[in-house]
């Protein structure tokens, strides 16, 4: 954090430092093996073959990866256009939102988000398409986040479990928005009934429903960042509740909404323990944390506010060094310095 304070804080060069950083971030995605990532090697294989029965589960992404075909004929070209849409689209996320620029790449790398893009790019996709869309919706800028939010469902149908959240665009009353995503998080409790509507649209992700592999293998993950996230929502919560007075109705919107997605990123940590798909739907949430650290940050007024800054990385780097170590996703290579 020590060396933002040495960076001019202009738009100029701070376009040009995180221009310099998800550069370098786009080449290592698009460089790698095909073996790192689980379903890397299946993706390359299908953009070279171009399978048919993707344009009835993602017709958006079987028309982007078509058309980018005809420009780029080999294997590799599926890293590059996941790589554009994911690293560039994080990059306009922290660009254009981010309080602390610095502070929210430290974030995309150290809660796992990278490394799990390897492994799940074209849900990755659609993650990032929501988690634009959602500024969106906090700025009431209406289709831009009905485009970007269709986008992401017809790239990956679980976008489909976000849909609800378009409503927030047509309320403009503070009391009835905490009572819709009140609502939403209960909706959310009835996990089981929602999950077989769910497949009974997308069929294909039924093995995903009920999993004893991820409550054997990923049980202690799963609790072990529930905590870590409960713990992040209670000390958001308590900074929200002191600024919320002096908060615009802009600021409130934005608050109110990220706090909203730590809470069922919770919620589902508590769900998810027999269902992937649970597991998988999670990250649409947790993704907001790169810019809600920061911005929970920047309302406290301290002396030595670089020491908190540090102390947040030390903090925050426990869940990426926990998961990379685990190599899950498959996504760690050069297995021999750890084996």
């Known amino acids: 954090m020590l060396l933002y304070k040495v960076l001019p804080h202009t738009s100029f060069y701070k376009f040009m430092f995180i221009l310099l950083v998800f550069t370098q971030t786009f080449l290592l995605y698009v460089l790698r093996s095909p073996y790192i990532g689980t379903d890397t090697y299946t993706m390359m294989m299908d953009y070279i073959c171009s399978n048919a029965n993707m344009l009835n589960v993602a017709p958006l992404y079987y028309f982007i990866k078509n058309i980018f075909y005809q420009f780029i004929p080999f294997q590799q070209g599926y890293m590059i256009l996941c790589g554009i849409f994911i690293i560039g689209g994080t990059f306009y996320y922290i660009y254009r939102n981010s309080k602390n620029i610095l502070l929210s790449i430290f974030l995309f790398f150290s809660l796992y988000f990278f490394f799990q893009s390897m492994n ?33 469902l017809f790239i990956h149908s679980t976008a489909f479990v976000l849909m609800p ?33 769910f497949v009974s649209l997308f069929p294909k992700y039924d093995m995903y429903v009920e999993s004893g592999m991820l409550f054997e293998i990923g049980k202690n993950r799963k609790v072990l960042l529930t905590i870590f996230y ?10 929200y509740r002191k600024v919320k007075n002096i908060n615009s109705l802009k600021e409130n919107k934005q608050w109110e909404l990220l706090i909203f997605c730590l809470s069922v990123t919770v919620l589902i940590g508590i769900l998810s323990m027999n269902s992937i798909l649970l597991t998988r739907i999670e990250y649409y949430f947790s993704f907001t944390l790169i810019l809600f650290v920061p911005l929970v940050l920047s309302k406290f007024k301290l002396n030595n506010k670089p020491i908190l800054y540090i102390l947040t990385c030390l ?15 498959n996504i760690r290579p050069y297995l021999f310095f750890w084996e």
């Open 165 to 197: 959240l378009l409503i927030l665009l047509f309320i403009n009353e503070s009391q009835k928005r905490k009572i819709f995503l009140f609502l939403f998080c209960a909706f959310l409790m009835c996990y089981e009934p929602i999950l077989q509507v």
């Open 315 to 329: 903090f925050f780097s426990i869940p990426g060094i926990f998961q990379f170590i685990m190599n899950y996703g």
């Open 120 to 152: 799940i790019a074209r849900q990755f996709i659609a993650i990032v398409l929501v988690a634009n869309g959602m500024v969106f919706i906090w700025e009431n800028r209406k289709w831009i986040a009905i485009l970007l939010f269709l986008a992401a």
């Open 230 to 239: 409960l713990f992040i929502l209670c000390v958001s919560y308590i900074v």
